[in-house]
């Protein structure tokens, strides 16, 4: 994930770590493409601290990329193109 900037550099969510790990996995095992978007999805177990209004998360949650297709995008589908016009490419 060149260019990565996390908002708190000094104390990264555990699952930032996590998901860069994963992103640079599937890379070189060639299972993503730069040139499209994908949808980073963080699952959080039920009894995460995060659910209760504190800043940090207290799970190990499932972290995956899923790829994004417009059509298929709930959000998309409700507001008309990806959130905030981010573009992971």
């Known amino acids: 994930m060149d260019g990565l900037i996390l908002t708190d550099a000094d104390s990264p969510q555990p699952y930032q770590l996590k998901a860069m790990r994963l992103w ?14 994908y949808h980073m999805r963080i699952e959080h177990d039920d009894w995460c601290a995060i659910f209760t209004g504190q800043p940090r998360c207290s799970c190990d949650p499932e972290v995956s990329f899923v790829l994004h297709e417009e059509t298929a995008c709930a959000y998309c589908r409700r507001y008309g193109g990806f959130p905030l016009g981010i573009d992971y490419r």
């Open 24 to 37: 640079q996995q599937l890379e070189r095992e060639g299972k993503v493409d730069r040139a499209k978007t």
